[in-house]
């Protein structure tokens, strides 16, 4: 099938070479020049596990292409819209991206075009755009995305359900006939699919960030709980993860979330809440991210008590920028904003993360970069372990203590072995245990 991608930012890029690696023909467009040259020559914007081998093999098999032209659209049977919808001044997502792409591909659009838009937005967008695509004698369809940064092919390629916001009617019916046909391998392989109403596709999403928001700030609420009654929240967060009903994913006590996702929906979706009349139905995603940011400052503070009540000029090593493991995204990253704010408190801060120093490096030129762990430890009296690469997990306590002038660890994702820690010297301190 002849696709269209617009907007190539991580969620474009990622479906433009995924959908190719399905087989279709696609065309990616995207405003940005250097987005599109890079990703037409094979490289990835952004570090993305095996995005890159998907990406050369759909150029190479020449059913994959780039553009800064939209009208390198017209004849695809399937408009993808994937663009971005930030977080505007006011908490509410700002739709300027997602109107001027529609906007753009109207006058490309043939009689019988599906536009799907898969961006994450307000509930009601849909029904708002889509006359001007209706007039055209096409089909807008909401068709919303749960890939995780890390596994963002897998999660594209082979998706663990598929939700198709379509209108009532033939229109609709035909709408999911075209996208059954889009994910026809995925829809062999078994995957569930709902068809359901424009909004309820919005709310879907939506929704399903705000619970897994929800989900780690209440572990993150009880981890406070277990800091001052000596309770172990990773041994909490077992047992009750054991019940079916709870289940143990998204439970783990840390710094809580950031990166491009839960917590600017979480906002938005609080916004979309009050305008529609609901202002305290969604209340308690206010606390949700009050108890998540909170994690941040608590970080601050324990650094500062390990090194006796201030940190300024104070050599500490912190390992992991990157929102989680296995991306390059530090947008609303925890561990860089603790960086920053530590070395905003005189501390002399060395940063190191295997693949998101140069994206760090954007938000925060003045930080001092290590190009290694181990520059980053050296002389350092107190390490902070902020993202739990693999290679932090691994490291030997014993090795790093001796490459240190102190003795101190701050796990911020209780992800280091802390008898191994403790054994080896190190006052170890955890989240929540
Ligand atoms: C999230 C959702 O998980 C995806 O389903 C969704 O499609 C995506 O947003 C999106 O809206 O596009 P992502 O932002 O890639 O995906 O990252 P997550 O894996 O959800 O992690 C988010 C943050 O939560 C990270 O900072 C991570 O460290 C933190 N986290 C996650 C915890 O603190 N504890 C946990 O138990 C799990």
Redesign the pocket.
């Known amino acids: 099938m002849r696709i269209s991608v617009i907007g190539c930012g991580y ?1 474009g890029a990622v479906h433009a070479a995924s959908m190719a690696e399905l087989g279709h023909d696609v065309i990616g467009v995207d405003v940005d020049p250097g987005k599109i040259d890079a990703l037409q020559s094979g490289r990835p914007p952004f570090f993305e596990p095996d995005l890159e081998r998907v990406l050369r093999a759909g150029l190479a098999s020449g059913r994959l292409a780039f553009s800064t032209d939209i009208a390198a659209v017209e004849g695809a049977a399937v408009h993808f819209v994937a663009v971005g919808t930030p977080q505007g001044p006011t908490g509410a997502a700002d739709l300027q991206y997602v109107d001027a792409a529609v906007q753009s591909l109207v006058p490309h659009l043939h009689d019988g075009a599906l536009v799907v838009g898969k961006s ?1 937005v307000p509930v009601g967008t849909a029904a708002r755009l889509a006359p001007q695509i209706d007039e055209r004698g096409a089909t807008l369809a909401w068709n919303p ?6 596994f963002a092919v897998q ?1 594209t390629v082979a998706p663990d359900r598929l939700v198709y916001g379509v209108p009532h009617g033939p229109a609709g019916a035909a709408a999911a006939d075209l996208l059954d046909a889009v994910y026809a391998s995925a829809l062999a392989a078994g995957t569930p699919r709902l068809i359901v109403d424009y909004a309820t596709a919005e709310l879907v ?1 939506v929704s ?2 705000a619970f ?1 928001a929800t ?2 700030s209440f ?2 609420a009880m981890a406070e709980i277990a800091e001052v009654t000596g309770a172990d929240v990773t041994k909490l967060a077992d047992a009750i993860g054991l019940d079916a009903r709870i289940g143990r ?14 917590p600017k ?1 979480i906002r938005a979706f609080q916004a979309r809440a009050t305008e529609l009349g609901l202002e305290h139905t969604l209340d308690f995603l206010a606390d949700v991210d009050a108890v998540n940011l909170r994690r941040r400052a608590r970080v601050v503070d324990l650094a500062t008590e390990l090194l006796g009540g201030s940190v300024a000029g104070r050599r500490i090593a912190v390992l992991g920028l990157a ?2 493991p296995n ?1 390059d995204d530090v947008r609303d ?2 561990a860089l904003e603790i960086a920053r704010r530590l070395a905003d408190a005189g501390a002399l801060v060395s940063a190191y993360d295997p693949e998101a120093v140069v994206t760090s490096r954007r938000l925060a030129p003045d930080l001092d970069y290590a190009s290694s762990t181990v520059s980053a430890i050296d002389g350092a009296e107190l390490l902070l372990v902020l993202t739990e690469w693999q290679e932090f997990r691994d490291l030997d306590p014993v090795a790093v203590g001796s490459a240190m002038a102190g003795r101190a660890v701050i796990d911020g ?1 209780n992800c280091l072995d802390r008898a191994a820690w403790q054994d080896a010297g190190f006052d170890y301190r955890g989240m929540g245990r």
């Open positions: 969620l994450t995305e749960f890939l995780r940064e890390g999660d999403k399903a960030n897994l989900k780690i572990i993150n994913r998204f439970l783990n006590a840390g710094l809580g979330f950031g990166g491009g996702c839960l929906d929102f989680k991306s990253s925890p994702r």
